[in-house]
């Protein structure tokens, strides 16, 4: 008998090592051929498509800012970045209010940086590095070069990285200065001059949204 | 001298008396008062009517001026005018650099200073172009942060545009202490010295149209935007290009 205790004792080993090692792959540790895209590599991927949205000249405009609108849903957290804006005053919005300030700003937001980046005129971008910043994002590093010269933009990508391992991005600084913070207080005194109510900013960004379809 | 001292000391304590009038009352609801605390805007009813009469002036002179002497002038001028004026800036940079204790700066500036103003009378930068020494800039409110001088609270100045209590009162100390103004005053050019900072003023107002335009259109408070810009971009200047604190963004659930 003492050969089949072994077998036994060999088979509950190999059981125990499957499922230890099936355990790891689950929990999304260290397996080479599962790890997420670096927080570098997924900027360097967004920006060079971003590129290639614009360069593209035959497409309408229309159809330039929808890729651009996709883009940007695909590679930015704007529900996070909108609740961070709103900041203190989100939690006393109701439901429907809030529901409505999503929608509005991520129109916003589309518009704004869609409108910024039709100007695109054959800029390149170069990736210098990344460091990490505080709640366990990165900030990847890039310099926009200018075809027609002129000192390299400074412009630093924060990258969050999501419950589902995806990372996405939360701010843009341009040469160290946060859109996410200046995005945020301007909205902040918005809100602060409607007597705290989020109805005046509601106001404020229908016009806004408005505006730019009509253009 | 004395009687402009007294005057000035005067104009001083009418605004500090302006000021303190019109401060605003700090909301008491918890959610509004800490939106209040963060914006460092107490004077804000002081200030949005003095941004008013800002952007009425620009509008009407100082942008219609800066977009007449863009057109008109060859970018070379253009070029000229804003080396030659950075380098007679130079001084004031090196003073502050040494004040602050930042030697190797300081040393730049300098050579910068040096190799310009012999090679060009400072209307090229060759220091840059040739040797690789980066311009920089200095300020009093720059060294008074340095020096752990809180930043005090945001002001709209007229005419120069935001600044805070700190950088106010750089601005006058740079006034007077600006080697390059004693020099001019004592040479008896102090209207060339002068008629060199409005060029200055026209020249940096010209580089910004695109930029302002661009934010006066994008911006859902203008006011409220170029006030973030300003304390963003100040705290990147004391920093003297070290990388700031980790900080912290938390989103509300």
């Keep these: 008998m003492p050969a089949s205790i072994a077998t036994i004792a060999r088979r509950l080993y190999l059981a125990a090592a499957l499922l230890a090692s099936m355990a790891a792959l689950l929990a999304g540790g260290g ?41 940007l849903a695909e590679g930015f957290d704007l529900t996070s970045i909108a609740k961070f804006c709103l900041g203190r005053f989100w939690r006393s919005a109701t439901p429907a209010q809030q529901g409505e300030y999503l929608k509005l700003f991520e129109e916003m937001i589309v518009n704004t940086y869609a409108g910024r980046f039709a100007q695109y005129s054959g800029e390149t971008y170069r990736i210098k590095g990344s460091r990490p910043e505080a709640d366990g ?21 924060r990258v969050r990285s999501q419950p589902d391992g995806n990372n996405r991005i939360i701010d843009v600084a341009v040469e160290e200065i946060s859109m996410l913070i200046t995005l945020r207080s301007e909205i902040a005194s918005i809100v602060q001059r409607g007597g705290g109510n989020i109805d005046g900013l509601l106001v404020v960004l229908r016009a806004r949204v408005a505006q730019a379809q009509i253009r | 001298m004395l009687l402009q001292n007294r005057s000035f000391g005067a104009g001083l304590l009418a605004g500090v008396l302006v000021l303190a009038a019109a401060c605003a009352t700090p909301p008491q609801d918890p959610i509004a008062r800490e939106a209040f605390d963060e914006a460092n805007d107490p004077l804000e009813p002081m200030n949005r009517p003095i941004f008013d009469f800002n952007l009425f002036v620009d509008r009407n002179v100082l942008k219609p001026l800066a977009s ?63 040797l690789g020494l980066e311009h920089h800039s200095e300020d009093a409110g720059q060294t008074l942060a340095v020096w752990g001088v809180s ?31 004693i020099g001019a005053d004592i040479a008896d050019i102090s209207l060339q010295y002068t008629a060199t900072g409005v060029a200055e003023g026209i020249d940096q107002r010209a580089r910004l149209i695109e930029v302002t335009d661009d934010l006066e259109k994008s911006s859902l408070d203008y006011y409220a935007a170029l006030r973030s810009l300003y304390r963003q971009d100040r705290d990147k200047e004391i920093r003297n290009g070290k990388a700031g604190p980790p900080t912290t963004l938390r989103i509300p659930d």
């Design chain 2, 68 to 130: 007449a002497y863009k057109d008109v002038t060859p970018d070379a001028f253009q070029d000229a005018v804003q080396k030659f004026t950075r380098n007679l800036g130079q001084p004031l940079v090196f003073i502050h650099d040494l004040l602050q204790g930042e030697i190797s700066r300081a040393g730049v500036t300098l050579a910068r200073f040096v190799t310009n103003t012999v090679t060009s009378a400072g209307f090229q930068d060759l220091a840059d172009e040739a």
């Design chain 1, 31 to 71: 397996s080479p051929a599962l790890a997420a895209e670096t927080p570098q590599a997924f900027v360097d991927r967004l920006a060079s498509r971003a590129i290639q949205v614009f360069a593209a000249s035959d497409a309408s405009k229309e159809a330039k800012t929808k890729q651009f609108a996709d883009l």
């Design chain 2, 151 to 181: 930043e005090g609270p945001f002001i709209m100045l007229p005419i120069f545009g935001p600044s805070s209590l700190r950088d106010m009162l750089g601005r006058v100390a740079d006034g007077f202490g600006n080697p390059v103004r």
């Design chain 1, 137 to 157: 994002d990165i900030s990847v590093s890039t310099e926009i070069v200018s075809p027609g010269g002129g000192s390299p933009i400074k412009v630093d990508w």
